[in-house]
């Protein structure tokens, strides 16, 4: 009897929880895809590769992400840099980018690895394909435009937030990437051309504080 009255008082539970929940006032699940889950800031999601403000291209072909890359999943070629146009400020421009998706485990050490900030990550994380060859990703399309626009592989569906790609910065903004407090408040990271927030994150306290103050409103 002992194990039959557990189970019904574990039942009650459960059957009280999905009462609440089909009634609606303990709803907890997003109604995706019309409704899309608020990313945190520092979501690993798709890689784009950045230009300086003044349009010029950040990669220089050096091949550090790729040799940082755990899973082998990068391909870069640099070539030099046309002295009556370059494309990069540096000698070198990468005129070879290609990123396998399928093998990508989105851990963020190519950004780390990355000397000129070229490549950051967005929070957009919708990715199908209906072939291997989709998947890799070439640099035309991971290459923002002069104006900041990053291309999206689904332009045309309805359903997709465009504003994911423009949010390529997130968890970059942390200010103490050693660990060092006399990197609080100070700006880490060179702006793009795009709309991206690169203004350093606040401290911790006021960041506790404004995450209390969000959960008294709710």
Same mark, same amino acid.
């Given at each position: 009897?002992?194990?039959? =009255?557990?189970?019904?008082?574990?039942?009650?539970?459960?059957?009280?929880?999905?009462? =609440?929940?089909?009634?609606? %006032?303990?709803? $907890?699940?997003?109604?995706?895809?019309?409704?899309?889950?608020?990313?945190?800031?520092?979501?690993?999601?798709?890689? $784009?590769?950045?230009?300086?403000?003044?349009?010029?291209?950040?990669?220089?072909?050096?091949?550090?992400?790729?040799?940082?890359?755990?899973?082998?999943?990068?391909?870069?070629?640099?070539?030099?840099?046309?002295?009556?146009?370059?494309? %990069?400020?540096?000698?070198?421009?990468?005129?070879?980018?290609?990123?396998?998706?399928?093998?990508?485990?989105?851990?963020?050490?190519? $950004?780390?690895?990355?000397?000129?900030?070229?490549?950051?990550?967005?929070?957009?994380?919708?990715?199908?394909?209906? %072939?291997?060859?989709?998947?890799?990703?070439?640099? !035309?399309?991971?290459?923002?435009?002069?104006?900041?626009?990053?291309?999206?592989?689904?332009?045309?569906?309805?359903?997709?937030?465009?504003?994911?790609?423009?949010?390529?910065?997130?968890?970059?903004?942390?200010?103490?990437?050693?660990?060092?407090?006399?990197?609080?408040?100070?700006?880490?990271? %060179?702006?793009?051309?795009?709309?991206? !927030?690169?203004?350093?994150?606040?401290?911790?306290?006021?960041?506790?504080?404004?995450?209390?103050?969000?959960?008294?409103?709710?």
């Amino acid at each position: 009897m002992g194990i039959v =009255r557990e189970l019904i008082k574990g039942l009650r539970v459960t059957g009280r929880t999905m009462l =609440r929940t089909i009634g609606g %006032s303990e709803l $907890v699940t997003t109604r995706y895809p019309d409704e899309m889950r608020e990313k945190p800031q520092r979501f690993h999601g798709r890689h $784009v590769l950045n230009r300086y403000a003044d349009g010029m291209e950040k990669c220089i072909g050096c091949e550090l992400c790729a040799g940082a890359c755990p899973a082998r999943c990068i391909y870069v070629r640099g070539s030099d840099n046309d002295p009556e146009s370059p494309t %990069s400020p540096g000698e070198r421009f990468g005129s070879v980018y290609e990123i396998n998706m399928l093998r990508c485990i989105f851990c963020g050490l190519c $950004v780390e690895a990355c000397p000129t900030e070229a490549i950051t990550m967005t929070r957009l994380f919708e990715m199908s394909t209906t %072939s291997r060859e989709e998947a890799v990703y070439t640099k !035309e399309t991971l290459l923002m435009d002069e104006s900041g626009q990053v291309p999206h592989t689904a332009p045309g569906d309805k359903l997709a937030d465009m504003g994911e790609l423009a949010a390529s910065g997130g968890w970059m903004r942390a200010t103490a990437p050693a660990g060092s407090a006399a990197h609080e408040g100070v700006a880490m990271w %060179s702006p793009t051309p795009g709309p991206e !927030e690169w203004r350093p994150e606040p401290d911790q306290e006021t960041r506790d504080s404004t995450a209390g103050e969000a959960g008294d409103d709710g």
